[in-house]
């Protein structure tokens, strides 16, 4: 029986470790393994060689991951957080929020997917969100984390058109968690217009909505109820 693995990326965080717990206590897969910024090797979504280095890593080790979740991203850092309104815009913030929720998640593609097997089913899931859809946008604001996240979509269906002529088997897909109560979104506990979940509940939901996918799902922004939401 071949052994499968999992690669958890942003496996520090609060889905992120949620996701490798879940993962490696119903042991549907035999290896599961936490990369971060504080892992070995580390991974830093902000400096390309630490990617492949990890990567490099893995690939000395014979492994080839079947499951793939980049659990990281930026909402809030030192004060500075979402946009209310234009005045607020900053390049320099906006181009930080560009870096580590599209950039990087592209970057960590661009060196990990080669690893994933070429004939069986996979899958490559990035953490995305519900507010980087366009068609659903009502609100406005946020604006740099909503085109961070626009993008990101944009690259998950680029990617998932690529990989399936490698592998027809291939589902790379962006996850909408929801709302969950991790560092993310502490400063917003004030906000009661969406259910909060834990990360475990969370990580959970969303596997279970992966296990669901087909290939034909590859492309979409997924909910944490495997729902398909509209670009």
């Given at each position: 029986?071949t052994?499968?693995t999992?690669?958890?990326i942003?496996?520090?965080?609060?889905?992120?470790?949620?996701?490798?717990?879940?993962?490696t206590l119903d042991?549907?897969?035999g290896q599961?393994?936490?990369?971060?910024?504080?892992?070995?090797p580390?991974?830093?979504l902000?400096d390309?060689a630490?990617?492949?280095?990890?990567?490099?890593?893995?690939?000395?080790?014979a492994l080839?991951?079947?499951?793939?979740?980049?659990?990281t991203?930026?909402?809030?850092?030192n004060?500075?957080?979402?946009?209310?309104?234009?005045?607020?815009?900053d390049p320099?913030?906006m181009?930080?929020?560009?870096?580590?929720?599209?950039?990087?998640?592209?970057?960590?593609?661009?060196?990990f997917l080669?690893?994933?097997?070429?004939?069986?089913?996979?899958?490559f899931?990035?953490?995305?969100?519900?507010?980087?859809?366009?068609?659903?946008?009502?609100?406005?604001?946020?604006?740099?984390y909503r085109?961070s996240?626009?993008?990101?979509?944009?690259?998950i269906?680029?990617?998932a058109?690529e990989?399936?002529?490698?592998?027809p088997e291939?589902?790379?897909?962006?996850?909408?968690?929801?709302t969950v109560?991790?560092?993310?979104?502490?400063p917003f506990?004030?906000?009661?217009?969406?259910e909060?979940?834990?990360?475990?509940?969370?990580?959970?939901?969303?596997?279970?909505a992966l296990?669901?996918?087909?290939p034909?799902?590859s492309?979409?922004?997924?909910?944490?109820?495997?729902?398909?939401?509209?670009p």
């Amino acid at each position: 029986m071949t052994v499968k693995t999992a690669v958890i990326i942003g496996a520090s965080g609060g889905i992120g470790a949620a996701f490798a717990d879940r993962l490696t206590l119903d042991r549907a897969f035999g290896q599961v393994l936490r990369l971060s910024r504080h892992s070995s090797p580390a991974i830093d979504l902000l400096d390309e060689a630490s990617i492949a280095n990890a990567a490099s890593s893995l690939l000395q080790s014979a492994l080839a991951p079947s499951l793939i979740i980049v659990a990281t991203g930026i909402l809030h850092k030192n004060g500075r957080g979402p946009e209310k309104s234009l005045r607020e815009l900053d390049p320099d913030w906006m181009i930080e929020n560009y870096r580590l929720n599209a950039v990087g998640p592209a970057l960590v593609a661009k060196h990990f997917l080669p690893l994933m097997p070429k004939f069986e089913r996979t899958c490559f899931a990035v953490l995305s969100a519900r507010v980087g859809s366009i068609s659903d946008n009502r609100l406005g604001g946020w604006h740099s984390y909503r085109a961070s996240k626009a993008a990101l979509n944009m690259l998950i269906r680029n990617l998932a058109i690529e990989w399936q002529r490698r592998n027809p088997e291939s589902i790379i897909v962006g996850l909408h968690p929801g709302t969950v109560e991790t560092a993310l979104s502490a400063p917003f506990k004030g906000n009661p217009q969406h259910e909060r979940f834990s990360p475990e509940r969370a990580a959970s939901q969303m596997l279970d909505a992966l296990q669901k996918l087909r290939p034909q799902d590859s492309g979409e922004l997924i909910g944490y109820d495997g729902g398909v939401i509209a670009p």
